[in-house]
Structure formats: structure tokens, C-alpha cells
């Protein structure tokens, strides 16, 4: 009759907001119901207050039939019913017994959903579910301690088995996807967050089997997260496509990984669990520039850092061997650059900032730059070459001709190279920019000051001199914010 009284969430809501108990295996229930109901009323609901009155008279109930000899019947009819309260939720939740050989064979779609539904079942099953029916059973058999573990083992035990199996059968899939791991995660985050509870509730030794479920799964969910990392680490160095970005911007694999990556630092603290006792990567062979420097194997999160800079390594060497493709030597360093630039800022956004040490992050930041000054030597070396290494020294009329003749056929072939190149993060675009006008346009604006006047007059200039120093200035700010498709400026040779 009382049984609509009695769900597990009306009764672990009552625990939580009453004082009865200090824990789920240590009640004191010698005082009277009359006197626990007087004490409570003041703090539940009346919802709350009708569930436990109802488990105080089935505690009557199982009191008087116990002391009367009935127990074995007692508990028979309890397990029944507790039982199928506990089957039936279990049920509603979606979860059944299934087979690795069904779950290999089901479409992604279908499979991602049933691990959607698990983790929901697993929050309301820990938070209700079971904390509900130990508290019951805890309280309606507190006269005796071998029945109260024998009923909430019966009770719970096969329903209990069946969650916590479901993770350890979905880590068998043998369907490789990069993606799949985030799910592998968020199943080992339920269990991992939920083991003190689990613990606790499942403490009789007769129950064991659900706590050592729960550790099997997560040791199967973690030897498939391993696996799915050595199969990112596999199919970034695999790839093969000759994809050429143009201007020299960011390639696919460089935001498809780092997306990857940093939506891993989200559960930084579990992938430090899980990687805790793997076996430190093996130094790869890596490309005449090395991208690579070790982390201090000191700090505690040194696994994970050394896993992850493994795989940026990995990228980075990948991303080398593409900037082959070029055809353009200034265009391939200016690549590498844009995408070590992009990976430094895709770490400072997200955690995992926190799982590199700020040395290893310095160290790339100072290849940034070392990459930029590779392309500008490349793009703009010949231009600065075509001016004297004393622009302000005396020269001969036909020598300062020659050499404005010289700087700007460099000038204008270099910028038509360079006009379609891009640089899409703000701050590299301004130091790269700034970098070479420092060295570009002074040392131009000091030869032109010191041998317009050697040229000739006014109309002598304007026949061999092409570019005024202003020009060349605004025609370096024009670059890097255009692409092939953009459809060019002005032409250089159309300067006044």
C-alpha cells in the first residue's frame, strides 16, 4: 500500500535534508519512530514526511515478523518488491544486457546515444536509485545486520552489475575513430567521480562484485583511451594529403588536431589518472628543425605533458614535411610559422595551458620568431641586398640610378610574390610587419634622402625612382590581410 511512498528518490531526498543519520552504514534507529517523526517535521516536506512514516510502519512491519519468526518470509516478500522497483528503474534508464558482438555492429549514432542514456542513468541511479534503497533497507532491517546486507545485496546486486558493465562492453569496440574517446572519457569521469559513493553504498562484502565491475571498466576504459591516443598519434603522422593552404595560412590537420587537444585538456585530471603508469613515449626521429623538448619528469603531471607535447610534436613534424610543398621558400617558413603561432594560441585559450610547463611553451613562442626572421630574409632579403650596406655613402649618378633601378624591380617582384600570403593571427601579422619595415624603409628613406639630388632634378626622380619611401610603407601594410581570391591592390608600378 505504501509502496508509491517508498520510491528511492523520496527517500534519498529525506536523508539529505534530515539529521537522522550521519552515514549510509551508521543508523541509530533505538529511539522511537513517534520520537524520529517528531524531530523531523520540522526540516521535510510534507511529501517527505508521508515517506517516512511509510518506512517507519514497514519498519514495524519487518520488527514484529521478525521477532514473531517470520523473517525467512519477511524478506522474501521485501526482496520481491524492492527488487522490481530497482529492475524497473534500470529499465526506464534504457540499460540491458548487450553483447560486445551487438555493440561492434551498431552505427555510431545509435551507440552514442546508448552511452548518453548510461550517463544519465548512472547520475540519477547513484544520486537516488541505489542511495535510496541502502538507506531504506538500512533503516527497515537496522535490527539486524546479516539481513540488511543479504537484502540490499539481493536487491540491487544484478541491477548494479548490469550499469557498471555496460562502460567495460563499449570499450571493446574495435571502431577506431579519434572522437569515440570523448565518450570513453565521459564514462570513466561517471565512475571515477562516483567511487566514494560506490564504496559506500556497495561496502557489504557480499556486493563486491559491483565494486570490482566498476574498477574492471574503467581498466578497459582505460587501455581504449591509450589505444585511441596511439591512434591519433598514428593518423596525424599518416596523413598524406598535398594540401596546399594558400598564402601560407593554416592547414586542416593543424585545427582539426589542436581542436582535438585542447577538448582533451578538459579532462586533463582523468587523462593524468589514466596515463599515470603508461610507459614514457619513445623520442621520435624528428626533421633537421626539432620541435621537441622534453618536460622535467618531477613535476606530477609530467605523463600527461609529456603525452601531449608528444603529439604537438607530432603534428609540427607533419606540418614540416607539407611545407615542402611550397614552391615558394619564404611562403613555407611563413606557413610553419602561422601554424606553430596558431598551436601557441590554441593553448593559451584553453587548459592546456595547464598540463604543458610554461618553459616548453616559451620555447616554441621563441621558434615562432625564429620561423618569421627565416621569411623575411627569404621574401625580403634580395630587396635590402639591392641597397648598399652604407645607404648615406657617396655614389656616382649612374651607380645611385642603378641602384633605385635595382630596388625597385626586388621591391615590386617581392611584393607581387608576397601579396597573397596571410597571416591570421593579429599579433604575429603587426611584428612581422614592423620587423621588416624597421629594416626595409629606414635604410631606404636614408639612401633616397642622400641621392635623389645625385639623379637630377625633379623630373630626373620621377623617371628613376619608382618607389618614394611613403610607398613603400604603405605598400608593406597591405600585406598579409589578403588571399589568391581577394583579388590584388594596386600595382606597384602604378606608384606615383
Not at 73 to 96: A, D, H, P, T
Not at 349 to 357: A, M, R, T, Y
Not at 397 to 410: T, V, W
Not at 484 to 492: A, D, E, Q, R, Y
Request: some cysteine; glycine content about 4%; overall charge negative.
Amino acid at each position: 500500500m505504501n509502496r508509491a511512498h517508498l520510491d528511492p528518490e523520496s527517500v534519498s531526498t529525506r536523508s539529505s535534508r534530515t539529521s537522522t543519520q550521519s552515514s549510509l552504514s551508521d543508523y541509530d534507529y533505538d529511539a522511537s519512530p513517534d520520537y524520529e517523526i517528531g524531530a523531523a517535521k520540522e526540516s521535510i516536506s510534507e511529501v517527505e514526511e508521508v515517506s517516512f512514516m511509510a518506512m517507519s510502519d514497514l519498519k514495524s512491519i519487518a520488527d514484529c515478523m521478525i521477532g514473531s519468526g517470520y523473517a525467512k518470509e519477511c524478506v522474501q516478500i521485501y526482496n520481491m518488491i524492492r527488487k522490481s522497483i530497482i529492475n524497473e528503474g534500470i529499465y526506464k534508464f534504457g540499460i540491458e544486457k548487450v553483447s560486445s558482438s551487438k555493440i561492434n555492429k551498431m552505427e555510431w549514432d545509435v551507440l552514442n546515444l546508448k552511452i548518453k542514456n548510461w550517463l544519465e542513468a548512472m547520475k540519477i541511479s547513484m544520486r537516488t536509485l541505489f542511495t535510496g534503497e541502502r538507506i531504506l533497507c538500512d533503516f527497515v532491517f537496522s535490527s539486524s545486520d546479516s539481513i540488511r546486507e543479504s537484502c540490499f545485496s539481493e536487491i540491487t546486486k544484478e541491477g548494479a552489475v548490469l550499469l557498471f558493465e555496460f562502460p567495460e562492453v563499449v570499450a571493446t569496440v574495435k571502431k577506431s575513430s579519434p572522437e569515440r574517446i570523448f565518450r570513453l572519457l565521459g564514462m570513466y569521469t561517471a565512475i571515477s567521480d562516483n567511487w566514494p559513493e560506490i564504496e559506500t553504498i556497495f561496502s557489504f562484502e557480499s556486493i563486491s562484485a559491483v565494486r570490482s565491475q566498476a574498477l574492471n571498466s574503467m581498466a578497459r576504459l582505460s587501455e581504449s583511451v591509450r589505444l585511441l591516443l596511439l591512434n591519433f598519434e598514428s593518423m596525424i603522422q599518416k596523413d598524406s594529403s598535398k594540401t596546399i593552404v594558400p598564402g601560407g595560412g593554416i592547414h586542416p590537420l593543424t585545427i582539426y588536431s589542436m581542436n582535438y587537444l585542447t577538448a582533451l585538456a578538459d579532462y586533463g585530471n582523468i587523462l593524468t589518472d589514466i596515463i599515470s603508469d603508461w610507459p614514457p613515449p619513445a623520442i621520435l626521429s624528428l626533421p633537421e628543425i626539432s620541435f621537441y623538448s622534453p618536460v622535467s619528469n618531477e613535476s606530477p603531471a609530467a605523463p600527461i605533458s609529456d603525452r601531449i607535447s608528444r603529439l604537438i610534436l607530432v603534428l609540427l613534424c607533419k606540418l614540416d614535411s607539407k611545407a615542402k610543398y611550397y614552391k615558394d621558400v619564404a611562403v613555407s617558413y611563413l606557413f610553419l610559422a602561422n601554424n606553430l603561432q596558431y598551436v601557441i594560441s590554441r593553448i593559451h585559450k584553453s587548459n592546456l595551458h595547464s598540463l604543458l610547463s610554461k618553459e616548453w611553451i616559451t620555447e616554441q613562442e621563441v621558434k615562432v620568431n625564429r620561423l618569421a626572421t627565416s621569411y623575411e630574409r627569404f621574401a625580403w632579403g634580395n630587396v635590402l641586398a639591392s641597397l648598399p650596406a652604407n645607404p648615406t655613402a657617396p655614389m656616382k649618378p649612374a651607380e645611385a640610378k642603378e641602384c633605385f633601378r635595382k630596388f625597385s624591380i626586388s621591391f615590386e617582384d617581392a611584393y607581387w610574390k608576397q601579396i597573397s600570403c596571410v597571416v591570421p593571427n593579429s599579433m604575429l601579422r603587426d611584428q612581422i610587419k614592423v620587423s621588416i619595415g624597421r629594416k626595409l624603409v629606414a635604410v631606404y628613406q636614408n639612401f633616397f634622402d642622400s641621392h635623389k639630388s645625385t639623379i637630377g632634378d625633379e623630373k630626373s626622380i620621377t623617371l628613376f625612382v619608382r618607389f618614394y619611401p611613403e610607398d613603400v610603407g604603405n605598400y608593406l601594410s597591405d600585406l598579409f590581410i589578403r588571399t589568391l581570391t581577394s583579388g590584388g591592390g594596386s600595382s606597384p608600378s602604378s606608384s606615383s
